[in-house]
Nanobody, 122 residues
Framework: QVQLVESGGGLVQPGGSLRLSCAASGFTLDYYGLGWFRQVPGKEREGVSF????????WYADSVKGRFTISRDRAKNTVYLQMNSLETEDAAAYYC???????????????WGQGTQVTVSS
């Protein structure tokens, strides 16, 4: 049974930083991609960043390039999203997701976490 457990959301001021974590279990990680989507009520879900767990390749949405960094800890089966220079536009529910890396980049996902809220406000 695939499980994705997120943590690390919260309230931060514009310009601040947060780190999201996603602990994954229940599947062979090396054959999957892992990463994050986000969604604001009334808007479409948006891919944020993904990492290919087998070769470390990464993908970022243009809106977060240079500010967000995705990384993995193989020993802990955990992926992290370091979010710096946060903007009000980054506020959203962030969902960890797993699936084939190419499918994630294409906006498709097989497995989802419960979501964690990121609020950016002064």
């Amino acid at each position: 049974q695939v499980q994705l457990v997120e943590s690390g959301g919260g309230l931060v001021q514009p310009g601040g930083s947060l780190r999201l974590s996603c602990a994954a279990s229940g599947f062979t990680l090396d054959y999957y991609g892992l990463g994050w989507f986000r969604q604001v009520p009334g808007k479409e879900r948006e891919g944020v960043s993904f990492i290919n767990l087998s070769d470390g390749n990464t993908w970022y949405a243009d809106s977060v390039k240079g500010r967000f960094t995705i990384s993995r800890d193989r020993a802990k089966n955990t992926v992290y999203l370091q979010m710096n220079s946060l903007e009000t536009e980054d506020a959203a529910a962030y969902y960890c997701s797993a699936g084939a890396y190419r499918e994630l980049v294409a906006g498709l996902s097989k497995y989802w976490g419960q979501g964690t809220q990121v609020t950016v406000s002064s």
